[in-house]
Structure formats: structure tokens, C-alpha cells
């Protein structure tokens, strides 16, 4: 049986994504920050559809966090082959406004807590059959605009792809891939917050091809593929789910 290990999973594309795996009967491993109480709504409706889960918090600023969520599925599920690692968060704010706690926040909390779990999984997944690795990015490190910018996010999932590519070319002589995935505007839960004010969304809206705004089902459907068998001929790739954003 496949173990999941998926960061942010308390909401959003996070729990859309357990929510998918869930039906294949999977072994899950859902992380949040600090929302139990969502966390455990995910967990139960998991269960309820065949999955063995477990439910672990933690900032993931915290060096330590990255070994104990790989040491709770070693020990609880005896293996970790795949990885999810969507948990972020998006700071909006303009050079002057952004000061460097917030840069260095979002190295932290990101691409720097993405390498930790890596590291750390890296002898458990190479010995893994069905190794995959996805990573959530973000449209704000590819579309920049007047209308709003994300200096210190758009760093830290730039910095999230790159990683993702270093580790694919070393991952990839044990049949192992790494990709990520780059969201576009994706309406939030209704208790998530939102960087983005609802007078945004509505202009967001005009900048869609496809005329509409995407939803946490809608990255979670992508993820879900990349990783299946089916996916095992693609790795170093970011791909977007934006409806088209990033066409002009």
C-alpha cells in the first residue's frame, strides 16, 4: 500500500488532494500548521473513504519538523513513497512594504522546509516502486503584474522550482520523479484567508481565458495524476493549472 506524505492538507488543494487519493485506499499522512480541527474533518472523511490515516502539526519553519513527519511514516506505515509538499502561503506587498523577516519567512517555511523533508525522505523513497514527488508552486513567480505583486512568495516558489528540478535529475536513475504543479488564482476555503481581496478575484477573472477561477479540485486532479504509473515518463516539469493565465 502507497504512503502519502502531504503538507498543508488541512484545507484547499491540500485536503482536495487527500480526499482523491483517499478512494484508492491508500496510506495518508496529512500535516498542517496548526488547524487540528480542520486536520481531523480531512482525516475522518479519508477514512470514511478507505484510506489508514494519520495526522501530524507542526511549522515547518521548524528544522525539526521535516524529520519527524518522515519518521511518523516510517514508523506508523513501515514505508513513505510519495510526497506532496503543497503547504505555503502568500504574502502580497510591494518593495518598502515587504521587509526582509517576511523574504526570509517565506524561504523558511518553503523552498528551505521542502528541502529538509526531501532530505530526509530520500532514503526511504528511492526504495520505493511507485516514488513520486510533487510540488505545489505558484502563478506569482511567473505572471508579474501592477495589480498586485508577491516579491517574497514569488522568491520562495521560484526557489521551490528549482529545487524541484535539482532533486528530479538526481532522483530519476531510480525511476523516481519530481514535479510541480503552478496553480493559478484558486478560490480558498471559506475559513482560509486570502491575500487577495474579493474586488481582485472579479478583475482576475477578466485576465482568465477560460473565465473563471480555478478550484482546489482542480490542482488536486493534476496531482493526482502525476502521481500515478501513468505519469512515470514525466519529471522536471512545473505545469500550470490556471485556466490559460500564463498564455499572454
Known amino acids: 500500500m502507497i504512503t502519502v506524505l502531504i ?3 488541512a484545507s484547499g488543494i491540500g485536503s ?24 481531523d474533518q480531512v482525516a475522518d472523511r479519508a477514512r470514511d473513504l478507505g484510506a489508514n490515516v494519520e495526522t501530524a502539526l507542526g511549522d515547518l519553519t521548524d528544522p525539526d519538523i521535516a524529520d519527524n513527519l518522515v519518521n511518523i511514516c516510517v514508523s506508523r506505515f513501515s514505508s513513505l513513497d510519495q510526497i506532496v509538499s503543497n503547504a505555503g502561503f502568500a504574502n502580497r506587498g510591494e518593495f518598502g512594504d515587504t521587509d526582509v523577516k517576511t523574504l526570509i519567512n517565506a524561504q ?12 530526509a525522505a530520500i532514503p526511504h523513497i528511492s526504495q520505493s516502486h511507485t516514488g513520486r514527488v510533487v510540488v505545489v508552486s505558484s502563478f506569482v513567480s511567473h505572471v508579474f503584474t501592477a495589480e498586485g505583486i508577491f516579491p517574497a512568495t514569488a522568491a520562495a516558489k521560484a526557489s521551490l522550482e528549482a529545487l524541484a528540478k535539482s532533486l528530479a535529475v538526481q532522483l530519476a536513475p531510480a525511476g523516481i520523479t519530481v514535479n510541480c504543479i503552478a496553480p493559478g ?7 482560509a484567508h486570502s491575500a487577495i481581496p474579493e474586488s481582485a478575484w472579479l478583475e482576475a477573472i477578466k485576465r482568465i481565458p477560460l473565465n473563471r ?6 490542482s488536486a486532479a493534476l496531482i493526482s495524476f502525476l502521481l500515478s504509473p501513468d505519469a512515470g515518463f514525466i519529471t522536471g516539469q512545473t505545469i500550470h493549472v490556471d485556466g490559460g493565465l500564463t498564455l499572454a
Open 7 to 9: 503538507t498543508g492538507a
Open 185 to 191: 488564482y484558486t478560490r480558498k476555503d471559506e475559513s
Open 108 to 119: 523558511k517555511g518553503m523552498p528551505e522546509a521542502f528541502f529538509r523533508i526531501a532530505s
Open 16 to 39: 482536495a488532494t487527500a480526499l482523491r487519493l483517499a478512494a484508492s485506499g491508500c496510506n495518508l499522512l496529512l500535516h498542517s500548521r496548526i488547524n487540528q480541527h480542520n486536520l
Open 213 to 218: 477561477i480555478g478550484t482546489p479540485d482542480d
